[in-house]
């Protein structure tokens, strides 16, 4: 019985020496020190090792390229710099062609007015010696007194935050001559306290009257135009109660005056 106890107390010592790493350390000659591990101590420390490497290196991919798509970002928005640099450069000399165009047809306009008050002088001599049966002749040439253009179809309406105005500029010569000029619209806050008068196109006013009549809208017409216009609104409340439209020649003669209720289109 002992010899069999003795058989059992080995075979248990023998199987949890098996169940640990031993590790043997030798220093000098004949010393030698040994270490036992547990092997589940080493399968875990193995898991959390292999798991620790994976990770580093799962974090390491996504910082390189976190790093190189910034790089490109960065890379991009240097480009779009320069660009916008170059749009505004090109911008701010058209703007600067545009300003001197505007002058040349400014200079232009003067000087074929003052060519033609100088052709009427010149004949103005001449002219006096017609007879009156060539005046009477010419009588059914329009007067001063008539209309040379009119206004139809004048409409209104709030669309996207904005306050719209059209309406068909008609030109009333019988003899289908073209007429041109300028217009502006005006639209009038009579219920604002302040009251308030905009303007389309944009534009000073002095006596409730364009300061400069050239920075209308151009027109040329035999027949007919659509005039468009628009202004922003912050609120409903703010839709202007009347409109006026004004229209001069080339020469800033004042063709038409009219003003128009909202809400009450003719």
Same mark, same amino acid.
């Given at each position: ?7 059992? %107390? ?29 092997? %589940? ?7 959390? /090792? ?8 799962? #974090?390491?991919? @996504?910082?390189? @390229? ?5 790089? =490109? ?10 660009? #916008?640099? @170059? ?7 058209? %703007? ?9 047809? *400014? ?6 007015? @003052? ?14 010696? #017609? ?17 040379? #253009? ?9 669309? *996207?935050?904005? /306050?719209?105005?059209? /309406? ?14 300028? =217009? ?39 027949? /007919? ?18 409109? =006026?439209?004004? =229209? ?10 009219? *003003? ?7």
């Amino acid at each position: 019985m002992q010899d069999q106890g003795k058989r059992t %107390r080995r075979a248990r010592k023998a199987s949890r020496l098996s169940s640990h790493l031993t590790v043997m350390f030798v220093k000098g000659q004949g010393r030698v020190r040994s270490v036992n591990i547990s092997a %589940r101590i080493l399968l875990i420390a193995s898991l959390f /090792f292999l798991l620790y490497i994976v990770g580093s290196l799962i #974090v390491i991919n @996504d910082y390189f @390229d976190k790093r190189r798509n910034t790089a =490109v970002l960065l890379n991009r928005i240097s480009q779009l710099n320069v660009q #916008v640099e @170059d749009s505004t450069k090109a911008l701010e000399k058209s %703007r600067k062609q545009l300003a001197l165009l505007e002058k040349s047809i *400014e200079d232009m306009e003067t000087q074929a007015e @003052d060519q033609a008050e100088m052709a009427g002088t010149g004949t103005e001599n001449r002219d006096a010696t #017609v007879s009156k049966e060539t005046a009477s002749s010419g009588s059914d040439k329009l007067s001063p007194q008539e209309p040379v #253009v009119g206004i139809a179809d004048m409409a209104f309406r709030d669309e *996207e935050g904005k /306050f719209i105005v059209t /309406f068909k500029l008609l030109n009333l010569f019988k003899d289908e001559r073209a007429v041109s000029g300028y =217009v502006h619209t005006l639209a009038l806050e009579k219920n604002a306290d302040p009251p308030r008068i905009r303007t389309f196109p944009s534009v000073g006013l002095q006596d409730g009257v364009p300061v400069n009549y050239k920075r209308g809208q151009l027109f040329l017409i035999k027949r /007919f135009r659509t005039i468009h216009a628009e202004y922003p609104l912050e609120a409903k409340t703010e839709s202007p109660s009347s409109i =006026v439209v004004l =229209v001069y020649d080339r020469s800033g003669t004042l063709l038409l005056r009219k *003003e128009f209720e909202v809400g009450h289109n003719p």
